[in-house]
Nanobody
């Protein structure tokens, strides 16, 4: 079992910035691919960003490219999502996810690829 704990959400005005953190349990964090997803109010969960185990492959949703940055610190078992130029449409519950199994079936932009999920952290952006 891998436990994921997100933090850093909150209320921010449009144009502002927030950094989300996700700390993972487990001794092999450096082998996990990690992803961030979000669920806006009344909508389905959607992909935001993902980073492979090495940090060399990074993926973003078109809606956040150029504004959000995903990164990881394997020494701290932590993945980050730096969010800048926030927009009201970024309002959502943000979830961290870990892929611990080897091999890729659907791709890191698909929620089905991930094995463990955090409880989520609320991000609200006011206009």
């Amino acid at each position: 079992q891998v436990q994921l704990v997100e933090s850093g959400g909150g209320l921010m005005q449009a144009g502002g910035a927030l950094r989300l953190s996700c700390v993972a349990s487990g001794r092999r964090f450096e082998t996990y691919a990690m992803g961030w997803f979000r669920q806006p109010p009344g909508k389905e969960r959607e992909f935001v960003a993902a980073i492979d185990w090495s940090g060399n492959r990074i993926y973003y949703a078109d809606s956040v490219k150029g504004r959000f940055t995903i990164s990881r610190d394997n020494a701290k078992n932590t993945v980050y999502l730096q969010m800048t130029s926030l927009k009201p449409e970024d309002t959502a519950v943000y979830y961290c996810a870990a892929k611990v199994k080897t091999g890729v079936t659907h791709g890191l932009t698909y929620s089905e690829e991930y094995d463990f999920w955090g409880q989520g952290t609320q991000v609200t952006v006011s206009s």
